[in-house]
């Protein structure tokens, strides 16, 4: 019983929710952060994303489970090792789907359509759309992106059309650095995915140089847009771009020397220069918006 549970909790990639604090973007640069309600309908966005995510979670490993119990790494996962059945797991989705929808539409349809969009768009990913070179990284990148607008739109405010843009490309960036160390980490062309054998690392390598750029240059646009400077009532915000710089080029480091980076999380959570980086761009985005 205890390693079902166990199991149900691998499943479900608890650790991954951290992935979803996107939703809080919107609401810290609308200078809403301290607004109590506005925080309570976040933190349930967090939720209810994060419900979104686990169910995208169960059902890709529900599809993928053949394929997973051959990877040296992925067959470790509750379905590919038998752990939990199919048949258990597919009445897992439903459950997650069914909390999902009931407790999405206790907000704006705009929320609402984002929600399911995200998933939407993440079994078409499990289904087909994984297989297709390109789009399969645009899939992946997606996802940073519905969390940012749900967030917006969970508490209806708008969000800059550069922040938009600095979103891509970061999401874009974490995608591309994502195939290429799947590919490093399996150099036999033979055992990788259909879709990975259509990629190089020259290749991703170059596309990784231009959208780790398009993350700094519109990030630093955004901080000084006449926008950004009039809502705030400062140009101090572009100091904080250092820290966007020094996060892009760690993590391109921790990728190209240490042969990390597939799971951005863990990175997050383990690299203490990451960490330290993180914590002070919160407190200095945090102090110059509302101090």
């Not at 929710?17 to 996107?22: A, G, Q």
């Not at 996802?143 to 940012?148: D, K, W």
Request: with cysteine.
């Amino acid at each position: 019983m205890f390693s079902k549970a166990i199991g149900y909790l691998k499943l479900i990639r608890v650790s991954n929710w951290f992935k979803n604090v996107f939703v809080f973007v919107p609401l810290v640069f609308s200078k809403s952060l301290f607004g109590r309600d506005y925080f309570l309908t976040v933190v349930a966005a967090f939720f209810i994303f994060s419900l979104a995510s686990s169910l995208v979670y169960v059902i890709n490993d529900i599809l993928d489970a053949d394929e997973d119990s051959a990877h040296p790494v992925k067959r470790n996962r509750p379905i590919a090792n038998g752990t939990i059945k199919k048949s258990s797991a597919y009445w897992f989705a439903f459950v997650l789907a069914a909390i999902a929808f009931l407790t999405s539409i206790q907000y704006n349809a705009s929320f609402v359509t984002i929600v399911w969009a995200y998933i939407a768009v993440n079994v078409l990913y499990s289904l087909l759309l994984k297989t297709i070179v390109i789009v399969d990284i645009f899939c992946i990148a997606s996802g940073f992106l519905f969390r940012i607008l749900a967030g917006a739109y969970i508490i209806n405010v708008s969000v800059s059309n550069w922040l938009v843009l600095t979103t891509i490309f970061l999401s874009l960036f974490l995608a591309i650095i994502k195939r290429r160390v799947e590919i490093v980490a399996n150099p036999n062309s033979s055992t990788r995915r259909s879709v990975l054998k259509q990629y190089s690392v020259q290749f991703l390598d170059l596309i990784a140089a231009m959208t780790g750029s398009g993350v700094i240059f519109s990030y630093a646009l955004y901080t000084f847009a006449g926008r950004t400077i009039n809502n705030f009532g400062t140009e101090r915000l572009v100091y904080t771009t250092v820290f966007v710089i020094f996060g892009i080029f760690r993590y391109m480091y921790l990728v190209y020397k240490k042969e990390r980076g597939e799971n951005v999380i863990e990175v997050l959570l383990t690299d203490l220069p990451m960490l330290v980086n993180l914590f002070l761009y919160v407190c200095s985005v945090i102090y110059i918006i509302y101090l």
